[in-house]
Structures are given as structure tokens and as C-alpha cells.
């Protein structure tokens, strides 16, 4: 699968292109694209949520009284969820785009 950034240029490269030429070829293109793009949205908000859960678990054993500051593990976890929150906003937002370019393509087609 790719990572974001290599999807959100392919996406960038097909909302570059122009849009008064979008045939069945390219259109199919855009569609394969938009369901490569989700199905990573998909995978970035499960890696979400299961980041979310692992500093929880944490927090709640330091709460407990765990005797073992995880400060690292925690600092580590939180910036790995920050990025992925970046990374699924920045996703959504071109597939946006994109889903609106291919709408536009088929009310022209």
C-alpha cells in the first residue's frame, strides 16, 4: 500500500492534469485512486484509535500506581498519533478534491 504522502502526490497529479479532457481511461484512474486513498483513510483511523488505546492503558496503569514511568513509550506514542492525525487530515482533504473532480467528470460525460 502507499504511504501517504506518495498517494496524496498521485492525487496531486491527477487534480494538476486538465479536466476538460477526463475520458473513461482517466476517470478510472481518479476511481482507483479514491479507493486506494480511502482504504489508507481506513487504515490510518485504526492506527488511531489503537495508539489512542495504548496511551490510555498506559495513563490508567500510571493512575494505578504502576510503578514504571513510561514517560518515553508515552511522549513516543503521542507524536506518532499527532502525525497520524495530520496525515489522515491532509488525506481527507485532497480525496475531497478528487471526489469532487471525478463527480464533475461524470455530470460532463
Known amino acids: 500500500m502507499d504511504d501517504v504522502s506518495t498517494l496524496i502526490a498521485r492525487i496531486a497529479a491527477l487534480l494538476d492534469a486538465p479536466g476538460d479532457g477526463d ?33 490510555g492503558a498506559i495513563a490508567a496503569n500510571l493512575a494505578e500506581g504502576g510503578v514504571e514511568p513510561r514517560t518515553q513509550e508515552l511522549t513516543a506514542l503521542a507524536r506518532r498519533l499527532a502525525a497520524s492525525e495530520a496525515e489522515l487530515e491532509s488525506l481527507r482533504d485532497v480525496l475531497t478534491l478528487l471526489k469532487n473532480r471525478l463527480a464533475q467528470a461524470a455530470r460532463v460525460a
Do not use: K, P
Request: overall charge negative.
Open 23 to 55: 475520458d473513461a481511461d482517466v476517470c478510472a484512474h481518479m476511481e482507483t485512486t479514491l479507493t486506494d486513498g480511502y482504504a489508507r483513510a481506513l487504515a490510518l483511523e485504526a492506527e488511531h484509535w489503537r495508539l489512542q488505546r495504548e496511551i
